[in-house]
């Protein structure tokens, strides 16, 4: 079992950054694969970006490439997810996923466990 818990999120306006965390517990941390995703009101949920497990390797999706940066501290079990120069369309409840994969996910249903999420609102 594993328990994530994000925090972070708010009201920001456009241009503006936020930093999301999410804190893990549970299975160990340096095992999983982690992901961040997104969902905007009557949108299905999309995936935003993922880590490996070690930190090494990243991938993000078109949309965020460039401004947002997802990294990790398996010493802390927290992953997160700067993200910069933001947008309306950046507006979204955000969750943090993981999994227990080598290779890049971005498909949400093959991550096991997953967040409450977290409000992000980006303000034109």
């Known amino acids: 079992q594993v328990q994530l818990v994000e925090s972070g999120g708010g009201l920001v306006q456009a241009g503006g950054s936020l930093r999301l965390s999410c804190a893990a517990s549970?299975?160990?941390?340096?095992?999983?694969?982690m992901g961040w995703f997104r969902q905007a009101p009557g949108k299905e949920r999309e995936f935003v970006a993922t880590i490996s497990r070690s930190g090494g390797s990243t991938y993000y999706a078109d949309s965020v490439k460039g401004r947002f940066t997802i990294s990790r501290d398996n010493a802390k079990n927290t992953v997160y997810l700067q993200m910069n120069s933001l947008k309306p369309e950046d507006t979204a409840v955000y969750y943090c996923?993981?999994?227990?994969?080598?290779?890049?996910?971005?498909?949400?249903?093959?991550?096991?466990?997953w967040g409450q999420g977290t409000q992000v609102t980006v303000s034109s």
């Open positions: 996923a993981s999994v227990v994969s080598v290779g890049v996910v971005t498909t949400a249903s093959r991550y096991d466990y």
């Open positions: 549970g299975r160990t941390f340096s095992s999983s694969r």
